[in-house]
């Protein structure tokens, strides 16, 4: 365990990475020194990175993932993979499994990211997803599927750097796009 004063040398590989608690960003290919307190974690993701989670709830999903959350670090192009089965038997092993593949786009001050619709087998029949993104400033504009979100579905806080959007509840069947002007 750390003491309140020990410090941990950290290198990131090359590239543009953020630290995840803070969103600040850090050039890799370099060494750098860290304070982290006994309670932290120093945490660091590349540019481009899609974190996919459930929310904060005491219990874990087992099969399908109800309240996703989807942490993304612009600065590149990304993808990830959420895969859910039923986490009981051994079906996965004859297709018994869905998958859900997000990327993420960041061109000309636009950050678009896609979630596409579920291959495989559903667990469930939609789920409610909330999307951070570390960014600069609030954004300018937000568009799901072409149409713009309202400001209560989208909150930027500053000093942590995180623009929360609320997608709301979208089937597991259907693809979908946001659109972040930054």
Not at 98 to 106: A, I, S
Request: net charge positive; with cysteine.
């Amino acid at each position: 365990m750390l003491a309140d004063d020990e410090h941990r040398d950290i290198y990131l590989p090359k590239g543009t990475w953020y630290d995840y608690a803070t969103g600040e960003q850090k050039k890799g290919g370099a060494h750098f020194t860290v304070f982290p307190t006994l309670a932290d974690v120093p945490i660091y993701a590349k540019a481009g990175s899609i974190i996919v989670r459930q929310d904060d709830s005491p219990v874990p999903a087992v099969s399908h993932v109800d309240d996703l959350l989807l942490d993304v670090f612009p600065g590149a192009g990304g993808e990830a993979e959420l895969y859910e089965d039923d986490g009981q038997s051994p079906e996965y092993k004859k297709d018994g499994f869905g998958r859900t593949v997000f990327k993420l786009k960041d061109t000309a001050g636009t950050l678009t990211l896609t979630g596409e619709a579920l291959k495989g087998a559903a667990f469930g029949p939609s789920r409610k997803i909330t999307v951070k993104l570390v960014l600069d400033s609030s954004p300018r504009s937000v568009l799901l599927n072409g149409a713009r979100l309202s400001t209560r579905r989208v909150r930027y806080d500053q000093n942590t750097r995180w623009c929360t959007v609320l997608l709301g509840r979208i089937s597991v069947r259907s693809g979908w796009r946001l659109m972040v002007r930054k």
